[in-house]
Structures are given as C-alpha cells and as structure tokens.
C-alpha cells in the first residue's frame, strides 16, 4: 500500500495515499471532531461542520472529513480560525438538540460530550436562543427508543439505513428548523420497513437512538411478512404461484429465474424477493429494489408467438393489480411502465431464452414500489412514485402480489386460448396522443405517439409528417399532466 507522510499538530504520521485527513488522524490517535462522518462512507455530508483545520497553505480553514492527505501536509487542528468555525457549529448545532444528560442512557458515552470537553464549552451556549422541538418519543420498536429531541441530525443514521443495509427505513423530512429524520409519512418505526437490526443505534452520536436492552440484540428480527407460504395459500391460481421460492434477499430475481429455469422449473414458479442488492432494468440499467417494494420473477414456457404479447400482459395485470388493491389509477407508458399520476411505480424487464425457433423459457420481472419513499432516493425522486407515496400510508406488498399472480394467469390463460391482449393494452396506455421523446438505441425522436401495432411497436408522427415505426426504445412524455 502506497503511504503519505504529513504532520498534524507536530506529530509525523503516515496514512495510507487517498486518505481522507479525519481518519488518518483519528487512526493515529488524534482527535478531530465530528459527527456526520462515517468511515464507510466514501463520500461524507460535510454538514455538521465540526471538523475544521487548518492546512498549512491554505487561506481557509477545510473540512478534515473531506480533505485528502498530501505528502508533506502540515496541519493544524487547534488553529483560531478552525476552532472558532467549530465552536459555532457546535453552539448552533446544540441550539436545537435537548441536553438532559442526567436522565440520558447515553450519558459519558455521548460524542456531544466529547466534543464539547474539546472544543472546551459547555453543551449548552448562551449565545444563541434554545429551539425546543418537543418531538413525540418514538418506542414502538421491540429493538430501540427514538428520541428525536436529541437528534442533531448527523444523518449517520439515514446512511447506515440506506447505503448499508439498502432498506431506507428512515430519511430526512422538511427543512430548517422542522427538519427531522423520520419513518416514511412519519408513521411509528414498527409500522415502517424498519426490520429492527440495530445498526442505526450503533452509528447514533446521541441519545436520540438507544437500544432498549441497553445494547444490540444478539438475535436479529429481521422477519418480513413475506412469505412463500403466505403467497401460495389458498391462492386462485391454477399454476402461477403455486411453487413459490421467497428469499430475504437476492442479487436478482432474474438470475434466480433463470438458474430455476435451467433446472426445469414448473411453469409458473415465482421468485421473490425481499430485497435486491443487484436489481436489473432494462438498457442495463440498476433498478433499486430496497425491502418493502416487490422484486419478482415469474417463469413461463411460452410458445414463440406469443412473445410480443409478455410484454402487453405484463404492464396490465400489474395496472389492473394496482387499481382493484389501492383503488389507484394507474396507466402504462409504452412499452410497459406502469405509472400513477405521471410517475414511475412499476418496471417490467422481460429476459427471454430462445433456442432455434423454440423458446426455451420466458421470465417476466416485476418491480413495484410499494413502500418506498422516493425523496430518500435522489436518482429517481423526480420520476419515481410508490404505492405508499401515493396513498399516505404503507401498503400490503402481499395483497399485490396474490392480485398480480391471479391477473398474469388470467391473461395469460386467454392468451394461450387465442383471445388477444393488444387491444386491452393499448387502451390503457397514457402514451398514446402525446408529444413524446422516444430514446431507441444512440437515437432520440421526438414526436407524437400516434398509435401502437399488434407487435408492440409503437407509431411515431415525425414533425415532418412521416410515420416512425419503433420497436423498442424509452418514451419520456414531454407533457407530464
Ligand atoms: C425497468 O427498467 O423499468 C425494469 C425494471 C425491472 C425490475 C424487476 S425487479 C424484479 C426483477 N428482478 C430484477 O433484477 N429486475 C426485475
């Protein structure tokens, strides 16, 4: 491993090239501090402001958990100028966050202590006016005692929920003053996808998260409500959903799909997961799959004609799914989408395995957001929806998922029975009469859509009058209402 050698407050260290500056001095037993930091996260808020330096050259004083070690760096972090930008921090930070240390089980092992003995105040200043929240205790987790009035909003927590351990139980609400780390709408931690593992405790700074054993429960409950079992029972299916295989958690339903498929899975077998950490999209994109949504695979032995009709049967048994479960109104965007007031609920990725003129087995993959709340994710905040997002409240990923499997069945059965799906389809695509952008390979057309064929292809009116036929490609509607 390549090193640097740099000086901090007269001490030579080394650390290892790329270092950020905050851990090559906490790793040499130097103290810096700070508070929204991880040493996982490789690309740190810098919102607390705690861990200012000063760096030899430089005008201003610099974040330590943002800086990179240099060779022959030379730094300071007892300089006037860092301290005294620490020190408000802190003085506005603690402003907000009630101090009750006496009656607090973190008491001598809380980080605000810590720094406050550093920076050689008091946990509470009197220069600026204390904001008193009084937020409801949250304890309705068997595992821990949310006291939001002790927060101070690191976001460690969020952090660990979401990039760890891909779940996202918890995120930020509101701004300024009202800001909050909070449960999805706000509802009580037992309610939410919180699946009681404890890390957020760990990584809380303050008493605001306690385990309420006092420490980590040895045994995780990390059960989810889904189960094969509770798919399968008394299920009015005739072969969709009769095997179901559920895992916790998967890379991708896809790849299980198919390793199932080469194995001679029955027709109809369905792969569920509780989570994926690799979800696949269609165009080689990721598709985030954190618990609480669906993942899903199901398996299916087509004949070679019916495979342009997957596609239409897939996006409306899960339009139809979402209607009669949630009362919602949702629509399809060509090719499949499902959306509910012009935002992306539903994916559909279709992988299909053909061998000569025969197809050796079909998998449609379903991904549903269901409770999930799209402002923690900011990749798809502005074009993602979710059941729960729409409805104010969680939604039975279960009730979903059996309605789902029943609808599939249904027209796939009619399907297979010469009925066609293309009709149904194509009256429910919000597509159709739209100005759209249609991304097909390295191109981008712009037009209207002005209908769709029997095949699935969609009809494009170029402005120049011609008509083109597209066969597969992403349409971004240009009028969202
Ligand atoms: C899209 O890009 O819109 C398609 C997303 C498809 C996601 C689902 S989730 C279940 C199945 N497993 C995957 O890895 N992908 C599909």
Redesign the pocket.
Known sequence: MKTVSLTIDGRKISAPRGEKLLWAALGSGIYIPNLCALRDNPEPAAGCRLCFVEVAGKNEPVTACTEVVAEGMVVNTRGTAALRLARTAFELLMSSCAADCAHCAKNRRCELQKIARHLGMKLKSKRFRELRRELPIDRSSPVFIYDPNKCVLCGRCVWVCREQLGIGAIGFAYRGFRRVVTTFGGEPVADSSCRGCGDCVSVCPTGALVFKDGKKPEKQKMEDSLSAASVTANLKTRFIGRRVLYYPRL?????AAKKEAGGGAAEGTVII?GE?T??????K?T?L?PPGN????IILYPDISHLPSLIMLASLAVARSLRKVTGLEAQIKWP??VLINGR?V????IETDIRGKRVDHSTI???INVNFMPSYFPEVSSSATSLADELGRSVSRLDIIRQLLVETERLYLALRAGESIYEKWRDNLVTLGRRVYVKSGEATLEGIAESVTPDGSLLLRRPDGSLARIVAGDVTLRDRT
């Open positions: 890379t991708s339903t896809m790849e997961a994926q690799r979800g696949k999209g269609r165009i994109r598709w799959s669906i993942s899903l695979s499949n989408d992306k539903c994916g559909i990725l993959g379903i991904g």
